[in-house]
């Protein structure tokens, strides 16, 4: 384990500025870098462990914002927000962007050697970057089956992980099988988990708050989620190149 600084980040993005939380480990040199998005609701400490999480192990990186520093935990309020931004590729792709450049902007950071995971919304973002083009080292997803334009999963240049709880109804089957299959008629290098028993957001603690229908925290399946996500960036982001 290393010893991580953190700092808050400022920038603009969406028509809002944006606040993300890098996470930094020892040392002065460059090094890999993760981009991590948060799910539907925003950025909050569960993300930013995550972060620090990462920079522990050696990674730079950044949990990103959705919500110009709102945590919304009025699911009503959350879904206005998320659900059109989740309809307009465009849009996610110009926080994902604007993330992204706060993240090369960073002199720790190897911009040769970079990887975008997500959750919900967040891992939705990080799939638009890959369709978008960006060269990425990986790109892993929990509760993110989002399907692109028609052709656009060609331009992926990095093999994908997505996770998905087999009892989620925001993430059906109907809309594993369109993952897959855009997927796999776009060449791409990819792998689904469904993890049994599992609903949506199965990998974030319990919140004190409303949640919309099928959402549940599942303890051993969001540890499997995590590691499953570590053992794809020890095989396509390797801390030494």
């Known amino acids: 384990m290393t010893t991580v600084t953190t700092r808050t980040v400022r920038y603009p993005a969406d028509g809002l500025t944006m606040i993300g ?28 462990h995550r972060a620090d999480a990462l920079a522990e192990l050696g990674y730079v990186a950044l949990a990103f914002d959705l919500h110009g520093g709102r945590w919304f935990t009025d699911p009503q309020e959350m879904l206005a927000r998320a659900m059109p931004l989740l309809a307009d590729p465009d849009r996610m792709r110009d926080i994902g962007h604007a993330a992204l450049d706060v993240l090369l902007d960073e002199p720790r950071t190897d911009p040769d050697r970079i990887a975008a995971i997500g959750y919900g919304t967040g891992g939705a ?18 509760n993110a089956l989002t ?7 060609a331009r992926i240049r990095c093999p994908v992980w997505a996770g998905v709880g087999s ?8 809309q594993r099988d369109a993952f897959a299959a855009e997927m796999q008629a776009a060449g791409v290098d990819w792998r689904l988990v469904v993890y049994g028993g599992a609903q949506h957001a199965f990998h974030h603690p319990p919140v004190d708050h409303a949640v919309v229908p099928g959402v549940a925290h599942h ?21 030494t190149p």
């Open 167 to 174: 009892e989620d109804p925001i993430m059906p089957p109907a």
């Open 125 to 142: 973002i990080a799939l638009e970057l890959g369709r978008d083009g960006v060269d990425l080292r990986a790109i892993g997803t929990v």
């Open 219 to 239: 303890p051993l399946h969001a540890e499997r989620a995590w590691c499953d996500i570590l053992a794809l960036l020890a095989e396509c982001l390797p801390l």
């Open 147 to 153: 399907t692109g334009r028609p052709g656009e999963a």
């Open 21 to 48: 939380h890098l996470a930094l480990p020892a040392g002065t040199g460059r090094g890999p870098a993760v981009l991590l998005g948060p799910e539907g609701p925003g950025l909050n400490d569960v993300h930013r």
